[in-house]
């Protein structure tokens, strides 16, 4: 399996599209003023207790009351609850926790009231960013992740993947770490450090142990619902997750983040740098790659499969829906339990494809076509299961009910990925009149007039829909010489396909847009 990852930039934030064998997978989106990111930690104010839910309602500053479970608080939130206080009130100076006293583990059954009181303060790490009208989720059990471990301070149990099997991998890794962690910090081995050397593991804590610092350091100067430690930028965070060996590329764009990319790959994975490349054609990189017809084929409410079927994909505030539908797919008479299996199979594997794609998560709910035997049944549920290991989200698959419905769950701590693919009408702008389209030409022709005589441009470029870049070029004395002898500068026509019919924009000499 061939995997690249595509990163996108632009003013608004960075786009991130995963491939796997050409074919997207993932689209990731940063936001440049994402302050809500899931493993932030902020200094949470507790505003309302309540009992019923056993739970609390705490200010991080968001536009609503960010929610905070009694299971959510860790078993050792009553040390980070002195650890705050000591340190806001100046009177701890060491910045680990080699001197500190630890505070017995609260129960699994307690209630929040015990714990909490109105007003207290209360460092919170973003669980679950906010989601339609609902706040962010919290945590109080602080961890902060790096690429081969998890820190998690206040304990002194060290767990180690389970997806690592060899015992002997696992006690050589366990040995590494005893040695290395600092004192009243617990330790999380993560999946990509079978293998690894002490070297690497020891500087990947180390940069764990560093931001701990930090937090400590900035703790007591933090105002109330104030972000204390940000995690790391989206595009960083999924390298640092998922880059392995299986990678092949990764193309950047924008020239200042393929070098913060280089760097940061460098620094985790050095082998692996001569993979990260610079993009350097004028083509959108998401158009050259093939991302952005992608893009558009499979956020549709209807998204067509290869072999004449098609899912019809519905989104509900409580569910997701999924229905699979034979559509035109020539049917094997027959053995109509057969075809039955082909067509699900085939759309079972584009099912868990868009799930990662869009980030849908909740319950979703997936309407299969009727199959009759209990063994075709089984072999859909196992071959769903099996593509859905690629999910680096928490899932759990029900088998099919009486009904024939799959239900599963999926893990949940960002907004739905939504893309609107219904363009509006290339004719009228989505206003329902037009202007006359013969006077397009004219329109162009005023505005590079004004362009280049006015504003003194000396390089323009003009970039149309390519049906009106082919009508500028056709002929051997073409609207483009036309206007190379009327303006005496050859202006470069460009075509963007994701253009509507009558849109049309001028960029300079530096490839910015100017505006008119």
Known sequence: MVKELIINSSPSGVTIALLQDKQLVELNTEQVSNNYAVGDIYLGKIK???????????????????FLHYLDLGPQVQSLLKLTKIVKGGSYKDKLLNSFRLETDISKSGKISEILNRNMLLPVQIAKEPISTKGPRLSSDISIAGRFAVLVPFSD?????????????RNRLKKIVESIKPKNFGVIIRTVSEGKGVAELQKDLLDSIDKWEKFTTRL????PSKKILGEMGRTSTI?????NTDFTNIHIGDPALFEEIRSYVHEISPEMENIVKQYRAKEPIFEHFGIEKQ????????????????????????????DVNSGNRTANTENQEQNALMINMEAAKEIARQLRLRDMGGIVVIDFIDMHKPQNRKELFDYLKELMLLDRA????LPPSKFGLVQLTRQRVRPEMNIVTNEKCPACDGTGEIKASIILMDDIENNLNYILNEQNERSVTLCVHPYIEAYIKKGLISI????????????KVKKIPSYYLTEFHFLNAKEEEIKL
């Open 394 to 397: 928490k899932h759990t698959i």
């Open 295 to 322: 893009i558009k084929s499979a956020f549709g409410r209807t998204v067509n499969l290869p072999g004449g079927a098609y899912l019809v994909v519905e989104h509900t505030e409580a569910l997701h829906v999924i």
């Open 239 to 243: 390298l640092r997750d998922i880059l």
């Open 480 to 491: 483009q010489w036309k206007w190379f002898f009327k303006f005496s500068k050859w202006i």
């Open 48 to 66: 309302k207790i309540m009992p019923g839910l056993n739970a609390a309602f705490v200010d991080v500053g968001y536009e609503k009351d960010a």
């Open 220 to 223: 007591p100067s933090t105002e």
């Open 157 to 169: 149990v060290i767990s180690i993947s389970k997806k690592i099997k060899s015992n002997t991998e």
